[in-house]
Structures are given as structure tokens and as C-alpha cells.
């Protein structure tokens, strides 16, 4: 089993890296590995989207299908790829800290069928390319517009839904009806 895991400190909230880190599609900003990405579906980005990323290989590139498949806003990504020779696993934890965001990002890559025998090689250059990625992710989340300067240019952020943003909902601030119990 390859895998890759890092902790990284961010100035960016938790919010903002949240909304980053959930469009998979700006892996190609931050990950030296991904020369492209895209989302393949549209509307908001929340459980079952998927993106379709390439992974440099030497002069190819690897597209990977990936979905995700836990969103807990603010808090929890979980991005999964099943092909037929592997599956990955990419979870992302995000945790507020004083000037930002704490952010666990834990890779995990099983090769199936006879591929498990390239599995020393391929973890090997896992945790090479890993340090690169969380690199250039920190780089990235940290260029990423705060508070009130959301108006400077940087990486692309979406929006994601939430309880508050429905209109009615206790979370979107109106008040209980006084006559209800």
C-alpha cells in the first residue's frame, strides 16, 4: 500500500480552504503531479461530485475518475478513485487554530491484481512527489483571499451549501415562531 499523510498550517480559514480544497478540480494549482483537472459535473459541490484528474507519468499523463464521497462542511472531505488496477483514497481534515486552519491531508493508494508488486516503487515515489503536493498546497491555500479581501486575486473558491444559507432555517438566523412549542 502506498500512502502519503502531512499535517500543514494555513492562514486561510476554515471556511475559505474548505471551499478550496472541496473543487478537486484545483488540484492542478497546487499538486506539481497534476498538469490538469476538471469537474465533470456541474451545480454545488457537495457529496457524489466528481472530477476527472490527470496525473503526470513521465510524458503521459493518467486520468484518474474521482468522486467525493463525504462532505462535512468546514470540517471533512473524503475523496475516493476505484479504476480497475487501484484505488485511492483521499481524506481531508480540516480543524480551526489560532491564524487559521490546521489541515490533516491523509492519501492512501491500493494497487489491485499484479500491480501490488510495483506497490515498494510506487509508495516510494508516493512520498516523494506527497512533500511536492503539500508544498505547493500550502502555497496555495495561503495565497487565498481572507475576510474582507475577497476581492484579491487568487485561486478559484466555490460555494458550497450550508444549513444557514436556507432561508427559514434556525441556522440562517430568523427566529422561532413564538406560537409554536
Known sequence: MAYFDTTIATSAEPDVAFRYLADFSNAAEWDPGVPRARRLDEGPIDTGARFRVEFALGRRTVPILYTLERCEP???LVFRADEPWFRS????????RPGGTQIHYDADLRLDGLAFLLDPLVHL?????????AEGLRRALNALPRGAQTNRPGPRIVEIPTDADTPGSAAAGSEPDPGVA
Open 89 to 96: 483514497l483521499d481524506t481531508i481534515e480540516l480543524t480551526r
Open 74 to 76: 468546514d470540517r471533512l
Open 125 to 133: 515515489g508516493f512520498q516523494l512527489s506527497g512533500y511536492r503536493s
